[in-house]
C-alpha cells in the first residue's frame, strides 16, 4: 500500500479553527473521497507536540493500492478541482503544505 500525506506546517489564524475544520469537512474532504482507487482518507487534527517540534495542524493521509493508482489519482479532474479549493483554506491558514509518499510496511 501507498501512503501520500500533506503536512499542514504552520498554523490556522486565531478564531479560524471551527471555520478551517468546517470548509475541510464540508468542502474538502468530499472531494478527496472521490479521487479514483483511493483506499481511505483521514484528515488528523493536532492535539498536542512535543516542545520544540514543528507545528503541523492538520494532516491529510490518503492511501492507495500501488504508486500507479496514486498516479492516476495525481492526474485526475478531482484532484486539480481539490487544488483549487484548498486556496481557501489559505484566508485560515498560515504557512505551507508539504506532500510525502510513503510505502505502508505490511504486518
Same mark, same amino acid.
Given at each position: 500500500?501507498?501512503?501520500?500525506?500533506?503536512?499542514?506546517?504552520?498554523?490556522?489564524?486565531?478564531?479560524?479553527?471551527?471555520?478551517?475544520?468546517? =470548509?475541510?469537512?464540508?468542502?474538502? !474532504?468530499?472531494?478527496? #473521497?472521490?479521487? @479514483?482507487?483511493?483506499? $481511505?482518507? &483521514?484528515?488528523?487534527?493536532?492535539?498536542?507536540?512535543?516542545?520544540?517540534?514543528?507545528?503541523?495542524?492538520?494532516?491529510?493521509?490518503?492511501? =492507495?493500492?500501488?504508486?500507479?493508482? !496514486?498516479?492516476?489519482? #495525481?492526474?485526475? @479532474?478531482?484532484?486539480? $478541482?481539490? &487544488?483549487?479549493?484548498?486556496?481557501?483554506?489559505?484566508?485560515?491558514?498560515?504557512?505551507?503544505?508539504?506532500?510525502?509518499?510513503?510505502?505502508?510496511?505490511?504486518?
Amino acid at each position: 500500500m501507498i501512503v501520500r500525506q500533506a503536512f499542514f506546517e504552520g498554523s490556522i489564524r486565531s478564531g479560524q479553527e471551527t471555520a478551517f475544520k468546517a =470548509y475541510v469537512a464540508e468542502k474538502l !474532504l468530499p472531494m478527496w #473521497l472521490r479521487f @479514483p482507487g483511493i483506499r $481511505e482518507v &483521514r484528515v488528523l487534527y493536532n492535539v498536542e507536540r512535543d516542545e520544540g517540534a514543528p507545528s503541523y495542524p492538520m494532516v491529510l493521509s490518503t492511501m =492507495y493500492d500501488s504508486r500507479e493508482a !496514486l498516479a492516476a489519482a #495525481l492526474e485526475s @479532474p478531482v484532484r486539480y $478541482e481539490s &487544488r483549487e479549493a484548498t486556496k481557501g483554506l489559505f484566508d485560515m491558514f498560515e504557512g505551507h503544505i508539504h506532500h510525502h509518499v510513503f510505502d505502508l510496511a505490511e504486518g
